[in-house]
């Protein structure tokens, strides 16, 4: 019979990869599986389902509990059939008596020490003891319960989102391999020995004490109620679930989304996810909460202007409200005066849609996207060199890399899931280098290879490429081979005369990064020298004043060094949110339509003027800063904003806040009153993705469902908005269901040529480009060459090193650089309204133990931090992580007014904002800023008005 | 750090040019520049750019003001 691999099930063991193939016998059947196979794997394949304990196919084999016993013909005792793996010619018996009774004299042991409260157990009816007891035909436990037992053991409730029930464990270890194997922090261990063992965090402290980071993998391989969800012991087990994608980070993790009814119990990471593979972090698998806060806008809002309360309307009074603002402010001031910005946190379709908006029914070519302020380099970038503007790996392409780059990126905190996959390539054997200013948690992890930290100053990334390519070039590391056959000649020949000058050699450019020269060519080497190496990069290399230069700088590495077009290699952007990749497929960005295709493209544009029905603006519109900057001189009167806050994360707050006030029209589409909203004239309720149907695009190319697990909470998902207001301003957008969307989508964007809704429910996720030339997609891009120029070959880029301008000196002898940290995600609006807040509550500023000394800082002190742009307070936190004369921060609390001290300096290609970057002074003062004080008072004002709508709707109801 | 719009068009467009400077001669680099403007520029950030060049600032840069100047050009051609 034809066995399909179901993965959903639990084989018991992990996949062997061998390709050669074993025949042996189980229980009469022959069963030919690949060698190194689990007899209890190759049992599973098969539906011979042996019972078991302590082992998972997401974990190696432990061999503890012994419920998995075999015999096989030939063989002594009764092996653990986990542990045990395949032999040709093997016959092996899963069932008779003597196994029966050794699993019941098992289990009777285990259960002899285990509470009888099934019925009132959280996991009654999900339970693998339960099940295991079941199975085995446990009917008596003959050695009762008076002697010493763990029944009274106390439970660990210190965790936010799950209990420690130590009185219901029993010792399997599976959470603490999952903590090792699967997440790879190792806060987990087996404490003590014999009776007395027991799982403990950390050196035995509470969860939430320890360096466990509430990934929820020890609770999902829990086999038993010990580590449960808090919200299954409340709500008690799911009756039904939805496969759908995470809306957190660039990796775009697949989860089970567990329900009672419409309401969500538990969000599990789904095995057959192609981007996670079963394992999430704290905010996909935890933080769901702010879907359901009491602060969600519930219904359309308006007012005339920002000092009024708001005043509930109906949909259609909202939308017909908006599009009389916007038209009366076109027919004023024209066609250019309006504009808008496209979420990354929306849908493909959602984003798709807004655009089609702004430049079909607005007349004009501004949109923008918060890929401005984040990864807009890396578009600008790759495309210049490979001709495609997004990484060229998958995620699992890392675990055939031997060597491992790291630029500007922080995967354990920003990319969680990738950095548990990164960390375990590291256990293989990989090496590592990191170049940061910060020692990032990924150089304590605990590997067999060896790993460099490189810790450049801030803004000097690409006189660090420059250097290590120099390495490879001057030392002969260049591979001849794949450089003569795949890049163009022209260009590479003009690099290489430029990267070859002695001013680009490390021990010229120690100076400008503070690297030593030795290490910067040792490193180089190591890349240079590995079979496979890979560069992984985030917005440590795109937001400065050269970002684009750097991103390019990158591509260039992996040319010279052959390390492009296959398995381990490769340039990967690591996107800040769910849908950034997408965002940008989409055509938010001002100079080109989906696809990447410019506005001036004549042909392209002809395209989009049949099916949209409309001619198309030629001319690039305004970028985000650019509206800012119109709006001031008073030509840019209106924009609608859709799921971005902008006056929270673009920088130069204060420059912000006074564009915005200058509006006539703001219109924002948000789950919050964000702090942009808070300038809004009109607040359209927005949707989660709980709430939604469409697509996710993430790091990774891999185009993924969002399916809709509860209604919205004001009826609407964001694309509907969308259309109702295209068609109160006379452009007719009629669609029933968002694969419609994706079919025009892929009509007109070449790329996604062959995506639709029955591809991705055939397949699960696609990666593009998915079209006639790639028909099931393109996990591994320019295998062949690449999509640029007339011969397909990659181009080499000059990158020249500009410093920026934005410099230490006396006044601001200190350089800031901001960033992410795990529990909390992006401007926080959603990691904030959920008990992620026990993690961070508040953004604190990272300084070296040398810095304090001077100015007498102690951890805990309240800090004015200064700079060219403005002045905020924070917290200190002395730390050693940090290099003299750098300091950080977050930008999670828009009460922090971290962006308040960034600069308006850029990238000198896209307008990136150079937030790693900002020159400042700090010192010790006694009261907030004059920006928080004004923020505080606007903020409690804004929510009054915001109640006195709920109350006057309410009296009126 | 810049403070008005005009100054910050000027300070962009020089730039563009600092970061291309290994094109070769001013007029080298000015074909890079103002191909740069042309693709990714709004209309009304090359309307800034002209009247830049107009007002006869001198904060402009050799290469940078070549561009402009080449652009000005098209636009009055």
Redesign the interface.
Known sequence: MLQHFDPNKDYGTPASLSEKMVTLEIDGVEITVPEGTSVMRAAALHDINIPKLCASDNLEAFGSCRICAVQIEGRRGTPASCTTPVDAGMKVTTQNDKLAKLRRNIMELYISDHPLDCLTCPANGDCELQDMAGAVGLREVRYGFDGNNHLDAPKDQSNPYFTFDASKCIVCSRCVRACEEVQGTFALTIDGRGFDSKVAAGQDEDFLDSECVSCGACVQACPTATLMENSVIDMGTPEHSVTTTCAYCGVGCSFKAEMKGDQLVRMVPAKEGDANHGHSCVKGRFAFGYATHKDRIKAPMIRDSIDQPWKEVSWEEAIGFAAKRLKDIQAQYGRESIGGITSSRCTNEETYLVQKLIRAAFGNNNTDTCARVCHSPTGYGLKQTLGESAGTQTFDSVMFSDCILVIGANPTDAHPVFGSLMRRRLREGASLIVADPREIDLLSTPHLGNSTHLPLRPGTNVAMINALAHVVITEGYEDKEFIAARCEQGAYAKWREFIIEERHAPENVEEITGVKAEKVRDAARKFATAKNASIYYGLGVTEHSQGSTMVMGIANLALATGNMGREGVGVNPLRGQNNVQGSCDMGSFPHELPGYQHVSDAVARARFEKVWGVTLDDEPGLRIPNMFDAALSGEFRAMYVQGEDIAQSDPNTQHVEAALSALDCLIVQDIFLNETAKFAHVLLPGSTFLEKNGTFTNAERRINRVRKVMPPVAGKEDWEVTVELSNALGYPMNYSHPSEIMDEIAQLTPSFANVSYDMLEKHGSLQWPCNDEFPMGSPIMHTESFPIGDEGKALFAVTEFVPTTERANGRFPLLLTTGRILSQYNVGAQTRRTDNQAWHDEDILDIHPHDAEERGIKTGDWLGITSRAGQTVLRARVAERMQPGVVYTTFHHPGSGANVITTNNSDWATNCPEYKVTAVQVEKVSQPSEWQKNFQDNHERQYEFLRSAASSADAVK | ??HT?EE?IVT?IN??A??????GSDSDVADIVEN?I????????KKILAEQLASGTEEFEPAAKLAAERLSAKVSA
């Open positions: 750090m810049f719009e910050s962009m730039h563009i600092q970061n291309n400077v290994s094109a740069h042309i693709k990714f520029w709004s209309r009304r950030m």
